[in-house]
């Protein structure tokens, strides 16, 4: 089986599931109880809140555990907005979003928010001077995905960040959901107020996630009840799945630091030979785009038969994003760079994990051109 | 020193059974259930047939199933989104003064947003009155929030009682069935409920999953946008392990329920029995009657909580001053405060006990003779 679809969802590490069943077994307490199993569930979630937030070079107070990024992307728009409605009603963004801000936003345009969304470039990034224009004295937010899920272009956030610092009053949100522990990030470097991330793309276990929300910086909640997480997110903590996030950054980011360049290494090779092939136009810019995501069309073959082909051979890769992959619409990403949309409609995505091979970069390859091979002859038999 | 946990309306460990269905699904159906090929496809199977028994075990249909991240996400977005999709027809909402903080923080959200609430009374064995209910409801009340069973006292509402109340309004009921489901069978149609909430880590589930059966044909205003999971009501990856573990905590808790009820209420008996052989002075909140089988809540004259739960907790008991969730601090339970008054000596030396999961009869009469040792010591003058 070869896995390429790490964008989607990855496989959690061994150790993380252990992790997760030996806190469920062990310290099942509710972290809020006086007693001294609940005292223990506490003192777990707090020592994954101190090493989570060495990994990520932040605070531990800046990190809000949520059920993942959808819900950590909806916290920072949504909290944001109602929080700062009376400094203004304009937001910025992008055309490529993913569908957890876009439809946040749209919601927003629904009760007086204006909001602009940058065009990208072929290359699937925003124009900085196109951003310094669209700012006005009524804009509170800037909210931008560092690296896009279906191409994987990066955003020059850390020059989004300088401009922003001249506006103290603008937040700052990146969606760093496919970003983390492949495209580094310093968020207080950067200039950011808030950043999402979820677990279970970096081999941790889904329902898991946080939003970083900068020391000083007060958003509205969106769930309220037993005000866990200093009152900005209710609800009795997944105390077994906050260790295993934990442990799946841990992890993730020491193969960050070892096997990066393996994953730069079969990213390119496969480029390298998808190069060769007529049919196929690579959408991933070579320059500023993550490692682990490559994204093409094969002309006049439609991704989901592509994807079904692949996977007679035990290859898994996607079409486009898997939250709007149930919807027959075509990538907004792709149109939003330019992409013609017949080609669009052939998008097939690649995502790497640090676990996959050059071996296996080849093999995808040779399934790749017999599918090509293949397919094309029954479409020829069938114009035939 | 055998630790005792009787701490379960708090949370509740993991059935063996339950890790089991989750390991198998975190190793091996880890796939993106939105995800076309198989191993999504596996993904979301499993999640389909989790549906179905969650459906069944309530008496509703698949699609009246939303999956959300636990019981409070569940009140929050039965709640608001109730509030937002009919504020037209009108803005008042009621509910009473002994709801879980996810409905109580939220209801006064919503007084921040120009609502308005009505928080009913409860009597001193905290049930609310259908007379004072049929008085609260006026033309423009478009939801009334209920509990099943409260989390502090057990109490049990007249739910069917409630819902025959409403039939001739066009208000909305929801109940937060948090601590009653997993405990009472319950059918959302024999008793006219339109929206409830549920948690699977109060019956022996994982943290963070939990549903909200809303009847079909009701709007609801999503909390969250993104994606097209739970049919755009509640987008995000699916929690599939959770969902599968959850799954077969039902299906363990269907198993024998009237068993359990039977062996927690002798457990109640049996505790009540032993403090009055050894003639400590002690009061039930609540009653034994219209009362969750797990949940007891006794006051000790002259004893106060927190040493209470100090002395409990040394010699290996974990029990509870009421609601787990006022995170860490023993703020006056606002239960009791809406049963006995604020002025109440109960407010300050009730502990709840709460059954399950590995709780013997041996267990409980240990846990009756340190009560009974502790609460002479602290009242001894």
């Known amino acids: 089986m070869i896995y390429f679809d790490n964008s989607a969802t990855t496989k959690p590490y061994k150790e993380v599931i252990e992790s997760f069943v030996k806190v469920s077994n062990d310290y099942f307490a509710n972290p809020s109880s006086l007693h001294k199993l609940g005292g223990q569930a506490e003192g777990l979630i707090n020592q994954a809140r101190n090493q989570l937030a060495q990994l990520l070079n932040i605070k531990p107070r800046e990190i809000y555990f949520t059920s993942g990024g959808t819900e950590s992307n909806n916290l920072a728009i949504k909290g ?17 979003e993913h569908p957890s801000i876009r439809e946040s936003l749209e919601q927003l345009k629904g009760q007086g928010f204006e909001i602009t969304y940058l065009p990208v470039t072929s290359e699937g990034r925003i124009n900085i001077k196109e951003l310094k224009e669209s700012i006005r004295e009524e804009t509170i937010l800037v909210s931008m995905i560092h690296v896009n899920n279906e191409v994987g272009s990066i955003q020059p956030i850390r020059e989004v960040g300088e401009i922003l610092k001249k506006y103290p009053k603008i937040l700052f949100h990146v969606d760093h959901v496919q970003g983390v522990t492949k495209v580094p990030l310093d968020f207080h470097e950067c200039g950011i107020d808030l950043c999402s991330i979820s677990a279970h793309k970096f081999h941790g276990l889904k329902g898991n996630g946080l939003l970083f929300i900068r020391e000083g910086l007060r958003i509205s909640p969106l769930l309220t009840g037993g005000n866990q997480e200093w009152t900005i997110r209710s609800g009795t903590e997944n105390v077994a799945g906050i260790v295993a996030m934990a442990k799946a950054l841990r992890l993730s980011t020491e193969k960050m630091e070892k096997e990066l360049p393996n994953v730069v290494n079969v990213k390119k090779i496969i480029i390298e030979e998808l190069k060769k092939e007529n049919e196929i136009i690579i959408h991933t810019p070579f320059e500023n785009s993550a490692p682990h995501i490559l994204n093409f069309s094969i002309k006049g073959f439609k991704s989901e038969v ?26 907004h990403t792709l149109l939003g760079m330019g992409v013609d949309e017949e080609i669009a409609k052939s998008a097939i995505r690649i995502s790497l994990s640090f676990e996959n091979t050059d071996v296996e970069a080849r093999k995808v390859i040779k399934a790749l051109q017999q599918t090509i091979q293949k397919l094309g002859r029954t479409m020829i038999n069938n114009e035939v | 020193m055998e630790k005792i ?17 989750m390991l198998e699904v975190m190793k091996n159906t880890f796939g993106n259930p939105s995800s076309i090929h198989s191993y999504g496809r596996q993904a979301r199977r499993v999640i389909d047939e989790s549906r179905v028994i969650f459906a069944n075990s309530i008496g509703a249909k698949p699609t009246e199933v939303i999956m959300t991240s ?70 423009d009340t478009i939801l009334v929030s209920i509990m099943y ?29 948090v601590q009653a489901y ?15 909430s549920v948690s699977a880590h109060k019956l022996n589930g994982p943290k963070g999953i939990g549903y909200l059966y809303a009847r079909e044909g009701v709007l609801l205003a999503p909390r969250f946008f993104g994606g097209e999971q739970e049919r755009k009501r509640r987008p995000g990856t699916e929690n599939v392990a959770a969902i599968a573990g959850f799954k077969q905590a039902v299906l363990i808790a269907q198993e024998n ?10 457990f109640k008996n049996m505790f009540i029995k032993h ?26 004259p002259g004893t106060d909580v927190e040493a209470m739960l100090v002395n409990l907790d040394l010699v290996g008991i974990a029990a509870s001053s009421g609601s787990a969730c006022t995170a860490g601090s023993i703020d006056p339970s606002h239960v009791l405060v809406a049963m006995h008054g604020k002025d109440s000596e109960r407010i300050r030396n009730s502990i709840r006990f709460s059954f399950g999961l590995y709780n013997t009869e041996s267990q409980i009469i240990h846990i009756a003779n340190e009560v009974a040792k502790i609460v002479k010591r602290l009242t001894k003058v």
């Open chain 2, 182 to 196: 997993g405990i009472i069978p319950i059918d959302v149609n024999d008793l006219g409920i339109d929206l409830m």
């Open chain 2, 257 to 266: 329920t009237l068993e359990k009820q039977k062996q927690y209420i002798n």
């Open chain 2, 275 to 300: 403090l009055e052989e050894s003639s400590v002075l002690f009061h039930q909140n609540g009653s034994l009657e219209n009362s969750l089988p797990h949940v007891l809540n006794l006051s000790f």
């Open chain 1, 306 to 331: 592509v994807v079904h082909a692949l996977e007679e051979s035990n290859i898994f890769v996607s079409t486009t994003s898997a939250c709007s992959s149930k919807i027959k619409t075509v990538s």
């Open chain 2, 149 to 177: 069973g409260n989390n502090e006292v057990g109490t049990i509402q007249p739910i069917k009682e409630i819902a025959e109340v409403l039939k001739e309004s066009k208000a909305f009921f929801h109940t937060d069935a």
């Open chain 2, 5 to 21: 946990y009787v701490d379960h309306a708090a949370t509740s460990p993991i059935h063996p059974s339950v890790a089991e269905v």
């Open chain 1, 80 to 96: 944001s907005a109602m929080m700062y409605k009376n400094r203004g009603n304009h937001i910025i963004s992008t055309t490529i």
């Open chain 2, 70 to 139: 636990g019981g409070t996400e569940a009140d929050n977005f039965a709640i608001v989104g109730i509030a937002e999709s009919y504020q037209h027809q009108g803005k008042h909402v009621i509910t009473s003064q002994i709801e879980h903080h996810a409905v109580l923080h939220t209801c006064q959200q919503l007084e921040k947003r120009g609502y308005e609430v009505t928080y009913l009374a409860v009597d001193e064995n905290g049930q609310v009155s259908l007379s004072e209910l049929k008085a609260a409801l006026r033309d």
